[in-house]
């Protein structure tokens, strides 16, 4: 096993073990709208896209944008026993790329090694007695309302850490990246060239970061925590195209280059449900792809006007150690 997943496995065992509290001080620095930006100890960002499902907004608890939560890397979120002090449950509010599409990013420090997206609403703790009677701190409407991802490696994938990635153009996705990064030839690698690099640090040889790249959520991937009995969502990151100026859809898949993306048929229109739809395009011939170039897509700049999330007043959502069994809705999918 890499030291990398190594590294991430402990994260999760160790947010398992902690419950966040309220906001003790926050590290980071908000804008205006006290959205999240990095403090001025971050260095280095990768700016991360989030598509948020329409479904998981609530007119009735104001729940109308996208939070981020992370607790190891720069800028934490508050823990309780006081190894990270920043924002509580649930994270930081993120900024809006297009409202109407319900896009989101954040300037990820880029030595978070994972993270949880949710819809910004604490959804307060789910407390069991000895008798399996369940009750909810803010009601159990509330506690279902509140909507966030399984924990997510953020920092970067290598070679062998992703099925999608790995199963790409039978399995050669990962060669045809080294190629290019190697070479002289950098066709394959489209407009995202600087995502990918050679890890030296622990030898995990090819790999890319996720900047300018966007998490789609797969709405038949959940899962719920036996102990919190929160549903949690999976999903991907995707190679983020922006917007196409002929259809005015903006666009994503599953290759650097958006033209072999293309050909290859995975290339897919940004849907508000979070559920992927049909391929863009068919697959066509693709032997010429090397010789592509990427299309005039933009991606997508801050929508200046957008409403922001409401602010919640929370705690975590790990289980604590208690006699109740009370948990909270929120970090709670490592296990």
């Known amino acids: 096993m890499s030291k990398k997943l190594i590294s991430i496995i402990l994260s999760c065992v160790l947010v398992i073990s902690l419950a966040l509290v309220g906001v003790i001080g926050v590290s980071a620095a908000a804008d205006t709208d006290g959205r999240y930006v990095p403090s001025e100890s971050v260095k280095e960002t990768n700016r991360v896209y989030f598509l948020m499902p329409e479904s998981w907004k609530s007119e009735k608890f104001g729940a109308t944008g996208a939070g981020a939560y992370w607790w190891n890397g720069s800028d934490p979120c508050g823990s309780v026993d006081g190894t990270s002090v920043g924002a509580a449950w649930p994270g930081y509010k993120m900024q809006v790329a297009d409202a109407d599409a319900n896009l989101f990013y954040i300037d990820l420090p880029s030595d978070v090694p994972v993270i949880i997206f949710n819809n910004f609403l604490n959804g307060g703790e789910r407390k069991k007695d000895d008798a399996g009677n369940v009750s909810y ?4 409407e509330q ?3 509140a909507r966030q991802t399984v924990d997510t490696t953020c920092q970067y994938y290598s070679e062998g850490d992703d099925d999608y990635y790995d199963n ?5 996705f990962w060669e045809k990246a080294q190629e290019a990064v190697e070479g002289n030839d950098k066709t394959f690698l489209g407009n995202f060239q600087k995502n990918f690099f050679m890890e030296t640090e622990y030898d995990l040889g090819i790999s890319m970061n996720f900047d300018n790249m966007v998490f789609i959520i797969d709405p038949n991937n959940t899962s719920v925590n036996e102990v919190s009995g929160k549903e949690s969502y999976g999903g991907e990151f995707y190679f983020f195209y922006g917007k196409n100026e002929e259809t005015g859809n903006y666009e994503y898949g599953g290759l650097p280059n958006y033209e072999q993306a293309k ?7 940004i849907d508000k449900n979070a559920t992927p739809d049909e391929p863009a395009s068919k697959p066509t011939d693709p032997s010429n ?3 592509n170039t990427n299309p005039t897509t933009t991606v997508p700049a801050p929508d200046q006007n957008a409403t922001s999330a409401t602010n919640a007043v929370s705690t975590s959502d790990t289980a604590n150690n208690t006699d109740n069994n009370a948990v909270q809705t929120g970090a709670t999918t490592a296990a």
């Open 137 to 140: 701190e803010f009601g159990e």
């Open 143 to 145: 506690f279902k309302a």
């Open 168 to 172: 790409m153009l039978d399995g050669t």
């Open 263 to 269: 050909a290859e048929g995975v290339v897919m229109n």
């Open 289 to 291: 792809n090397n010789n």
